[in-house]
Nanobody
């Protein structure tokens, strides 16, 4: 089992930055690829970014490329999502997830956090 706890969400204005954190506990963190997903009201959960176990491979949704950066610190069992140039359409609950392989498919992740709300005002 892996327990994931997100933090760092909040209310910001368009153009601002936020950094989300996801702290992991339980089974060895380095066994897992990590992903960030988001879900806005009335919409399906969508892929945001993912990172391989070593941090050497990353993948991003087109909508966030060049604005968001995913990283991980295996010594701290934590994955981060740096979000810059935020837009109102980035408003959603953001979830981190752990799975065996780097993937943009949420069905391939085994463990999920409870989510953190990000609201971007115009």
């Amino acid at each position: 089992q892996v327990q994931l706890v997100e933090s760092g969400g909040g209310l910001v204005q368009a153009g601002a930055s936020l950094r989300l954190s996801c702290a992991a506990s339980g089974r060895t963190f380095t066994f897992y690829a990590m992903g960030w997903f988001r879900q806005a009201p009335g919409k399906e959960r969508e892929f945001v970014a993912a990172i391989g176990w070593s941090g050497g491979y990353t993948n991003y949704a087109d909508s966030v490329k060049g604005r968001f950066t995913i990283s991980r610190d295996n010594a701290k069992n934590t994955v981060y999502l740096q979000m810059d140039s935020l837009k109102p359409e980035d408003t959603a609950v953001y979830y981190c997830a752990a799975g065996p392989n780097l993937s943009g498919d949420y069905g391939r992740y085994d463990y999920w956090g409870q989510g953190t709300q990000v609201t971007v005002s115009s």
